[in-house]
């Protein structure tokens, strides 16, 4: 059982930057990770994904050049740096962990591992 606990999340004016953190209680080198984002009333949707060995990176349209997926296997932590965010990132973020691959990492369905979110609000 991997335990994830995230942080970071708060209320930011559009514009402005996030860095959320996702630290395992584990060793998560050997799993892909990836965060995905739920806002209310919406299905919850995939944000970035990184696989165990950082070779593939995905991000989905909405956030690619602003979001950028890392991690740190030593200190067993994931991290998303948010920039220039918008209103329309506000949602509940999730960081998730399995043995799932390629495209399969942007399909919630195939994490095995989920922390139990972190709110970020951006206002106008």
């Known amino acids: 059982q991997v335990q994830l606990v995230e942080s970071g999340g708060g209320l930011v004016t559009a514009g402005n930057s996030l860095r959320l953190s996702c630290a395992a209680a584990e060793r998560t080198s050997s799993y892909a990770m990836a965060w995905f984002r739920q806002a209310p009333g919406k299905e919850r949707e995939f944000v970035s994904a990184?696989?165990?060995?950082?070779?593939?990176?995905f991000y989905a349209d909405s956030v690619k050049g602003r979001f950028t997926i890392s991690r740190d296997d030593g200190l067993n932590t994931l991290y998303l740096q948010m920039n220039d965010l918008k209103p329309e990132d506000t949602a509940v973020y999730f960081c998730?962990?399995?043995?799932?691959?390629?495209?399969?990492?942007?399909?919630?369905?195939?994490?095995?591992?989920w922390g139990q979110g972190t709110q970020v609000t951006v206002s106008i």
């Open positions: 990184r696989s165990w060995n950082g070779l593939t990176i």
């Open positions: 998730a962990a399995g043995t799932t691959k390629r495209l399969s990492m942007m399909t919630a369905g195939r994490y095995e591992y």
